[in-house]
């Protein structure tokens, strides 16, 4: 188990978040970044799971801080395709933020929807990459789903105080 905040907390699932998806046997990571590509959220599952089973459990996990008289969540949340489902677009509507997921071919256009906006989606493929440059996190070597998800929390901190410009101490 991976203590520490409720939200932070993660109990060993049964399937070590492995799976077989037409990459082979692998896991998804599901993130959550802010506009600068800070990580806010991080889920693992089973590599065949549908992007759009982690989307609550992502967001359930980002430990936001609340200050009085401004909001909780941003005022925009981008996704791919994979997360173009109604309980995902309600969730997000509930919660007074605009959605900026483009609709999948079996959907009616969103005349709303933001092009400008959704190409700066691509901070989160940035993030991506460069915490995929720590072999550790781009070939999971752990059995284990809590120690993986630990190795990216390690990463995280390390990248935050590198852009908090601290020596490095490697």
Same mark, same amino acid.
């Given at each position: 188990?991976?203590?520490?905040? +409720?939200?932070?907390?993660?109990?060993?699932?049964? %399937?070590h978040a492995l799976g077989y998806s037409r990459g082979g046997f692998s896991t998804k990571v599901h993130l959550l970044c802010d506009r600068?590509?800070?990580?806010?959220?991080?889920?693992?599952?089973?590599?065949?799971r549908h992007d759009c089973k982690g989307f609550e459990p992502t967001v359930r996990r980002v430990l936001l801080p609340h200050h009085h008289?401004?909001?909780?969540?941003?005022?925009?949340?981008?996704? %791919?395709?994979? $997360?173009? $489902?109604?309980?995902?677009?309600?969730? /997000? @509507?509930? !919660?007074? /933020? !605009?959605?900026?997921?483009?609709?999948?071919? %079996?959907?009616?256009? %969103?005349?709303?929807?933001?092009?400008?906006?959704?190409?700066?989606?691509?901070?989160?493929? !940035?993030?991506?990459?460069?915490?995929?440059?720590? @072999? @550790?996190?781009?070939? !999971? $070597?752990? +059995?284990?789903?809590?120690? $993986?998800?630990?190795?990216?929390?390690?990463?995280?901190?390390?990248?935050?105080? =590198?852009?908090?410009?601290?020596?490095? =101490?490697?």
């Amino acid at each position: 188990m991976l203590a520490g905040p +409720k939200a932070a907390q993660l109990k060993e699932p049964p %399937d070590h978040a492995l799976g077989y998806s037409r990459g082979g046997f692998s896991t998804k990571v599901h993130l959550l970044c802010d506009r600068h590509g800070l990580l806010l959220g991080i889920y693992l599952t089973p590599g065949q799971r549908h992007d759009c089973k982690g989307f609550e459990p992502t967001v359930r996990r980002v430990l936001l801080p609340h200050h009085h008289g401004r909001g909780y969540w941003p005022e925009r949340m981008a996704g %791919d395709k994979g $997360y173009s $489902y109604r309980p995902i677009r309600r969730w /997000i @509507r509930r !919660r007074g /933020i !605009r959605g900026v997921i483009p609709t999948r071919k %079996d959907q009616p256009v %969103d005349l709303g929807f933001e092009k400008a906006q959704y190409r700066r989606r691509n901070i989160i493929e !940035r993030a991506v990459g460069w915490y995929k440059e720590c @072999r @550790r996190l781009a070939t !999971r $070597y752990e +059995k284990l789903a809590v120690n $993986y998800l630990a190795f990216w929390l390690v990463a995280m901190i390390e990248r935050y105080l =590198r852009l908090l410009g601290l020596p490095d =101490r490697a």
